[in-house]
């Protein structure tokens, strides 16, 4: 639980600071519990993110992008009505609770002057956002309501007096003095002191390790919790963020935290932007991975299918491949039709390849002529198999290498919209089935590469995904660019781009294998070593008609044998 009391009191005092009497210019509700309001201070324009999400519920000053939905929901189109043009006149926190209140001034329909509270309750699960008149105190609507059938102390419906979520009998962290006894037990701390995390209850027992006197263990947690509240107070506070081994964000506050000191660490200058920081980036992992699971699950079915279909038709090419004893067997019983008897089961004659007697199963229902046909048809059959066959597993080997390919981009995808270009891609090509409410003429999203730039400032541009491996090489590069793949294994199309008195004969080495390095990086063998990386000219790679999505053949090509790795260098958003 890191939005806690404490910091809480943060924002509200940073807010306080930067929009108090801000005019509201827009407001919008990019998510069914999720706020943004554009307000112009004198301090500059400001964003104000308002979250209920029980994952995420917060209130914060936010730089980061949200897509708005096409129409807006009811909620947003109330607060439009009754916030939108007023002035924030008061921020405030509700004592040490996780409650934010903003008393708004604006004015009605005919233009008299109404005075407006927005109650934001940050309470994980418990989260609203509130919307009240503050001369009659009653509710004009919450983004969640909430009735008497879920809740019969408290009711969140229009037209009902608002009432604040009952008090806990706790000491405020806000009285909390460094004199103040405090147990020395993490739950027994909490049960005591209210608006503090864990991480909090923890970091104020760090205090007393290793310390024998009685009463400094009782005073000391409260001296640490006066620390952290006199520095909120002070605008002295340096505000962190823990990351676990997979970079995900896992703990922040407004100051190091003992419980977390050997991980990885990012510090921030403001509050909102730390939390922001924090929230955004663990909803972003959690929606990749979300979203990416259905999409791997697909993939990788359609992955089997194909295993599957490749081990079949390699049997059967080693069926159709061992034939050539059918044609034999015709020819022997062409030869030897005057011996053999109609109702036989099986003859024997002498193959006049080898002079050595052979066994040859007849069907006693057909003739020694018909017999014989029936074998050179299974020959002729096995024949056109043969070449079936060959073209079906050469298909189905592209498949292979497509679908590969798809899945390495889905695991390396760092992005939503990333996904939903995979999802749109697999949609076109028939792995994944078209809504009846998909629209074909739906706004494809632009093309966005990677852009790295080499040693001796070479543009590199690498692709996210196979829509954009087509872009890069059939519209984007240049017949004299470079282009470069990991050899024979899944990966990105790199292209370098030259200017036009540069070819390949007189691009140096190291420039070659530095972006050699880079193919390698993008590839199925990230983790690997001395890979092999194939490089041509742009104008021997082409796109064979109606290949799939990044699937091309190229010639004239050269491979150099190099580790994985990144230039310093990294500009993503590229266009």
């Known amino acids: 639980m890191a939005y806690d009391g404490i910091i809480t009191y943060a924002i509200t005092k940073e807010l306080r600071e930067k929009i108090l009497l801000g005019k509201i210019e827009k407001i919008y509700q990019p998510g069914s519990e999720e706020i943004l ?12 993110f ?15 992008k949200y897509e708005n939905p096409d129409s807006p929901p009811v909620f947003c189109m109330l607060l439009r009505k009754h916030l939108q043009g007023g002035r924030i006149t008061d921020i405030r926190q509700k004592d040490s609770e996780r409650i934010i209140e903003i008393d708004i001034e604006a004015q009605n329909e005919l233009g008299f002057s109404t005075c407006k509270r927005l109650i934001i309750e940050v309470m994980s699960r418990h989260s609203h956002i509130v919307l009240i008149d503050m001369e ?27 009432k604040y979520p009952p008090e806990q009998d706790k000491l405020p962290f806000k009285k909390v003095g460094k004199d103040t006894l405090l147990p020395h037990d993490e739950k027994a701390i909490m049960s005591r002191v209210g608006g503090i995390s864990p991480a909090i209850a923890c970091e104020m027992l760090s205090y007393c390790l290793n310390k024998s006197d009685v009463s400094i263990k009782s005073t000391r947690p409260a001296a640490r919790l006066c620390e952290i ?7 002295t506070f340096t505000p962190i963020i823990y990351f676990d081994t997979n970079d995900l964000p896992i703990e922040f506050h407004l100051s190091d935290l003992s419980e977390y000191e050997d991980l990885q660490s990012k510090t921030f200058t403001g509050i909102s932007e730390c939390a922001e920081y924090f929230y955004y980036h ?20 359609a992955i089997n299918k194909a295993h599957l279909k490749k081990q079949k038709l390699n049997e059967d090419l080693l069926k159709a491949e061992n034939s050539d004893k059918y044609q034999l067997y015709g020819e022997l019983i062409t030869a030897n039709i005057h011996s053999i008897k109609s109702g036989d089961k099986i003859t024997q004659v002498t193959n006049y390849y080898d002079n050595k007697p052979i066994n040859i199963p007849l069907d006693e229902k057909l003739s020694p002529a018909k017999n014989a046909q029936k074998y050179f048809k299974k020959y002729s059959k096995a024949k056109t198999a043969i ?19 798809v899945l390495l981009n889905i695991e390396n995808a760092d992005t939503i919209a990333e996904l939903d270009v995979i999802r749109e891609e697999l949609r076109d090509t028939g792995y994944v089935k078209k809504r009846a409410k998909f629209s074909k003429n739906k706004k494809r999203t632009k093309p966005n590469p990677t852009k790295y730039t080499l040693s001796d400032g070479t543009t590199v541009l690498v692709g996210h995904n196979n829509i954009e491996n087509d872009y890069l090489t059939t519209k984007l590069a240049d017949k004299t660019d470079i282009w470069m793949h990991a050899k024979d294994i899944p990966g990105s199309h790199v292209i370098i781009r030259l200017e036009r008195e540069r070819t390949l004969e007189n691009l140096p080495a190291d420039i070659i294998y530095e972006a050699a390095s880079i193919a390698a990086y993008h590839s199925k063998s990230r983790d690997s070593e001395n890979i092999p990386v194939d490089y041509v000219p742009v104008r021997y790679v082409k796109k064979p008609s109606g290949a799939k999505p990044g699937m091309v053949i190229f010639t004239n090509n050269q491979t150099v044998y190099v580790s994985p790795k990144l230039p310093d260098d990294t500009n993503n958003n590229i266009n």
């Open 37 to 48: 309001i554009h307000l112009h201070t004198r301090n500059g324009n400001f964003r104000l």
């Open 50 to 64: 308002i979250s209920c999400n029980n994952q995420s519920a917060r209130v914060c000053l936010t730089d980061n």
């Open 136 to 162: 009659s105190g009653k509710i004009i609507d919450s983004i969640k309501r909430i009735s008497i059938d879920v809740n019969r102390y408290r009711q969140l419906l229009p037209g009902i007096e608002y």
């Open 229 to 235: 509240i006199d520095s909120v107070e002070n605008g």
């Open 282 to 301: 663990r909803d972003v992992s959690n929606m990749i991975r979300q979203k990416s699971m259905p999409l791997i699950k697909i993939v990788s079915t």
């Open 387 to 405: 070449h079936e066959k060959k073209i079906q597993l050469h298909d189905n080997n592209n498949d292979l290498s497509y679908l590969e390919s």
